[in-house]
């Protein structure tokens, strides 16, 4: 992991959370050579002066450049970011900056000091005055995230890749934020983690990536917190991430499958995921069917209750699918 950049705040100190095994550096590093022929993310912005762009929807500063040959479900969806096609892969760079309103982009010294008012997208934490004192010193920065994704897919087989096992990002957001794990740092249960999430279910880590373990609010439908069947991300192993529904391979919502998930854990073995269906999901969070944007039945995951973390998260212990790398 690089130095993160364009920090307001000179000394960033590790947060009273740490989100286990997503900020430690990455175990991996991309060895594909591309030639840039994308433009990389201008994304100087700093958190005080951070504003949203009214006509793009992002933050002022970051672009949206999506490659033409993207098959569709990637280029009309994802925005915020770059992304585009490497041989094999689709390549996703992302400055990582929330397109809404936070806590963190003041933070809690700004916001003890009285000077939070002075941040354009700062907002209170939903929780209301005195949860600040849950929410550690993080504050968001600009990032360089770069997602090596598989353009196809393949279920892997044997043992399966953890999801929490230090990778900087497991996946990527419409939106272009990263995705993390269903893990908090130790001794914290995810769920406790939860109470430090912001008003669009995100919070940066100690060096300031901000990220969501659970609910993208700004992707979902307004004031259904991800109970419907819209699109969330993309994971690193290229299966695409959805809300607790399932759309039924149709745009209406009348139809959308109410989605039951599963009540074990899994153990890493390929062999023993079990149980999916077309309204049931395995122990990963996923299934196989078609969805709006997959004509032939494909491997996707859903924003699900998760035995490990106790609360509703994108993604469980383990990627069913061969993964990709990440860097930042
Ligand atoms: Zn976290
Ligand atoms: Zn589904």
């Given at each position: 992991?690089?130095?993160?950049?364009?920090?307001?705040?000179?000394?960033?100190?590790?947060?009273?959370?740490?989100?286990?095994?997503?900020?430690?550096?990455?175990?991996?590093?991309?060895?594909?050579?591309?030639?840039?022929?994308?433009?990389t993310l201008s994304a100087s912005v700093a958190n005080k002066t951070a504003s949203i762009n009214g006509t793009t929807g992002c933050i002022t500063n970051v672009n949206t450049t999506m490659d033409s040959a993207l098959p569709t479900r990637i280029k009309d969806n994802f925005k915020c970011q770059v992304?585009?096609?490497?041989?094999?892969?689709?390549?996703?760079?992302?400055?990582?900056?929330?397109?809404?309103?936070?806590?963190?982009?003041?933070?809690?010294?700004?916001?003890?000091?009285?000077?939070?008012?002075q941040y354009a997208l700062f907002a209170a934490l939903p929780n209301g005055t005195g949860s600040a004192n849950a929410a550690g010193t993080n504050v968001i920065s600009s990032e360089s995230l770069q997602l090596t994704i598989p353009a196809t897919p393949t279920l892997k087989t044997g043992t399966l890749s953890g999801t929490q096992n230090g990778l900087v990002a497991i996946g990527l957001t419409l939106n272009g934020l990263a995705i993390f794990n269903n893990a908090a740092a130790p001794p914290d249960n995810l769920s406790t983690e939860a109470l430090t999430f912001d008003g669009f279910d995100g919070h940066p880590q100690n060096t300031g990536i901000y990220h969501h373990h659970a609910g993208v609010r700004k992707v979902g439908i307004s004031g259904t917190d991800n109970n419907?069947?819209?699109?969330?991300?993309?994971?690193?192993?290229?299966?695409?991430?959805y809300g607790k529904k399932c759309d039924n391979a149709t745009a209406a919502t009348g139809d959308d499958v109410t989605l039951t998930a599963s009540v074990g854990t899994s153990d890493g073995t390929a062999a023993n995921i079990t149980g999916a269906s077309a309204t049931t999901l395995d122990q990963l969070h996923g299934h196989t069917t078609t969805t709006i944007h997959l004509s032939t039945p494909t491997y996707h995951y859903h924003m699900a209750l998760d035995p490990t973390a106790t609360?509703?998260?994108?993604?469980?212990?383990?990627?069913?699918?061969v993964v990709g790398s990440v860097s930042n």
């Amino acid at each position: 992991m690089k130095t993160p950049k364009l920090i307001l705040l000179a000394i960033i100190a590790a947060g009273a959370f740490g989100c286990a095994g997503s900020n430690s550096t990455t175990e991996t590093t991309t060895s594909t050579t591309t030639t840039d022929a994308y433009p990389t993310l201008s994304a100087s912005v700093a958190n005080k002066t951070a504003s949203i762009n009214g006509t793009t929807g992002c933050i002022t500063n970051v672009n949206t450049t999506m490659d033409s040959a993207l098959p569709t479900r990637i280029k009309d969806n994802f925005k915020c970011q770059v992304a585009y096609v490497s041989g094999t892969n689709y390549i996703f760079k992302s400055a990582n900056l929330p397109n809404t309103t936070s806590f963190y982009w003041a933070g809690k010294s700004e916001y003890d000091a009285g000077n939070s008012g002075q941040y354009a997208l700062f907002a209170a934490l939903p929780n209301g005055t005195g949860s600040a004192n849950a929410a550690g010193t993080n504050v968001i920065s600009s990032e360089s995230l770069q997602l090596t994704i598989p353009a196809t897919p393949t279920l892997k087989t044997g043992t399966l890749s953890g999801t929490q096992n230090g990778l900087v990002a497991i996946g990527l957001t419409l939106n272009g934020l990263a995705i993390f794990n269903n893990a908090a740092a130790p001794p914290d249960n995810l769920s406790t983690e939860a109470l430090t999430f912001d008003g669009f279910d995100g919070h940066p880590q100690n060096t300031g990536i901000y990220h969501h373990h659970a609910g993208v609010r700004k992707v979902g439908i307004s004031g259904t917190d991800n109970n419907d069947a819209n699109l969330i991300g993309i994971a690193l192993d290229g299966y695409l991430i959805y809300g607790k529904k399932c759309d039924n391979a149709t745009a209406a919502t009348g139809d959308d499958v109410t989605l039951t998930a599963s009540v074990g854990t899994s153990d890493g073995t390929a062999a023993n995921i079990t149980g999916a269906s077309a309204t049931t999901l395995d122990q990963l969070h996923g299934h196989t069917t078609t969805t709006i944007h997959l004509s032939t039945p494909t491997y996707h995951y859903h924003m699900a209750l998760d035995p490990t973390a106790t609360i509703d998260t994108l993604m469980g212990s383990y990627f069913r699918g061969v993964v990709g790398s990440v860097s930042n």
